[in-house]
């Protein structure tokens, strides 16, 4: 998506807004102190996206309460593509689609999987969350 914002400006926004909202526990104090958005959690950890563009990911399961570094492009690149289907500000941070790639035969370029009876949505492993394969990434990822 053609960028109309630098990236740390939508960031930067984003973590306000979320620091700034009285619902918000639990993580927002560490928000304010490390200038990063949560992006994604799970029961392992919750993966950060600070204004510089770094990412890292805050250990609940090995190393509780550690702050590691996160350093695998594909699961960046999943925990933006999963946080930009809630907050579509995010999506002006995703690659652009190269022309020629092709849609990911696993999610039918859906980028996700709808799965089970409630239809919970699943991030595509195949793509990133994408819908669609870039060459050049998918040899990095072998």
């Not at 304010?32 to 204004?51: D, E, M, N």
């Not at 690149?77 to 289907?85: F, I, K």
Request: net charge negative; hydrophobic share 40%.
């Amino acid at each position: 998506m053609g960028r109309t914002v630098p990236a740390h400006e939508i960031i930067a926004a984003l973590l306000k807004r979320y620091i700034d909202d009285p619902r918000r526990w639990g993580l927002a104090d560490i928000a304010a102190a490390q200038k990063a958005i949560p992006i994604y959690s799970s029961w392992t950890g919750t993966t950060f996206l600070r204004v510089d563009g770094q990412f890292f990911t805050l250990d609940q399961e090995d190393r509780p309460g550690e702050f590691l570094p996160e350093l695998n492009e594909q699961w960046q690149l999943a925990s933006l593509t999963t946080a930009a289907r809630r907050e579509l500000a995010l999506a002006q941070l995703l690659p652009d689609r190269p022309v020629g790639a092709p849609d990911c035969t696993f999610c039918e370029g859906a980028g996700f999987l709808l799965v089970g009876d409630n239809q919970l949505d699943i991030t595509c492993g195949e793509c990133a969350g994408l819908g669609w394969i870039d060459a050049a990434w998918d040899q990095r990822a072998k």
